[in-house]
C-alpha cells in the first residue's frame, strides 16, 4: 500500500506544475491578443473569446497520451506493477482534472459575471447557476479525454504503427458506415427516436428542460468503459 501512495504522490507532483504553466501561457496569450486587436480597432467593447474550456481539453488529451510510455517504463523497471500503474495514472487524471476542472469552472463563471457577452462551454449548453454540477461536467469530461487518449495510446504501443492504423482507419469506416445508415438506411422515425435518446443522454429533455444528472452519468459511464478497455489492455502491455 505504501508503494502505490507513493506512485501517486510522485505522479501528481510532478504534473502539478504544469497545470499553472498552462494557464499563465494561456491567459498571457488571450491578454495580448485582445490588447493587441483593442488597440488596432480603437475599442474593446466587442473584443474577446469564449469556451476558454477547450484550451484545457486539449491539455488533457495530451497528458493522456504523454502519460503512459516514459513513466511505464520507469515505474516498470522499479519493481511496480501494471496494476499500481493504472491505478496511479487514473488517480493523476482525476487530480489534475479535478483541478482544472475547479479552475476554469470559476473563471468561466466570473468572467461571465463581468462580461456578460463570455460564454462557457458548460454555460452554453446548460446555462450558469450551478457551480458544483458545472465542476462535476468538466471534471467527468477531462477524465473522460484523458481515458480515451491514454487508451488509444496503450493499443498503439501493443499493436503498433501498422495495425493501429489499420485500426483507424477501420474505425473510420464504421464511423461513415453508421452515418450512412442514419442517411439513407433508417426511417425518420428511428432517426429521431435515436437522437432523442443521444440528447436526453446529455440531459437535454423533450420538453425542453434540462436534466443535469444524465450528462453525469453518461459521462462517467464512458469513462468507466475507457478505464477498463485501458486496465485490459496494460496487463498485456510490454516495454518497447
Known sequence: MNKLK???????????????????????????????IGISVGTFENVGTNCLEINSLIYVG????????????MLLQNGFTRKYIFIATFSLFCFISGI????????GN????????????????????????????LFLLYTLICSFFYCMI?????????????????????????AALFRYVFSSALVKYIVNILMKAMGFMKDGSINHLFPLLTLLSVTFLFGIASFSVIRRTELR
Open 100 to 107: 482544472m476542472a475547479l479552475t476554469d469552472t470559476l473563471t
Open 6 to 36: 507513493t506512485i501517486i504522490q510522485y505522479e501528481c507532483a510532478t504534473s502539478f506544475k504544469y497545470i499553472w504553466l498552462f494557464y499563465g501561457i494561456q491567459y498571457t496569450i488571450v491578454t495580448l491578443i485582445s490588447i493587441i
Open 62 to 73: 495530451i497528458l493522456g497520451v504523454l502519460g503512459f510510455k516514459e513513466d511505464f517504463r
Open 110 to 137: 466570473l468572467i461571465h459575471s463581468v462580461k456578460n457577452s463570455y460564454c462557457s462551454l458548460y454555460g452554453g449548453l446548460y446555462e450558469y447557476g450551478n457551480l458544483l454540477t458545472n465542476w462535476l461536467w
Open 154 to 178: 496503450l493499443i498503439f504501443n501493443v499493436i503498433g504503427k501498422t495495425a493501429f492504423l489499420s485500426f483507424g482507419i477501420l474505425l473510420g469506416g464504421i464511423i461513415l458506415l453508421i
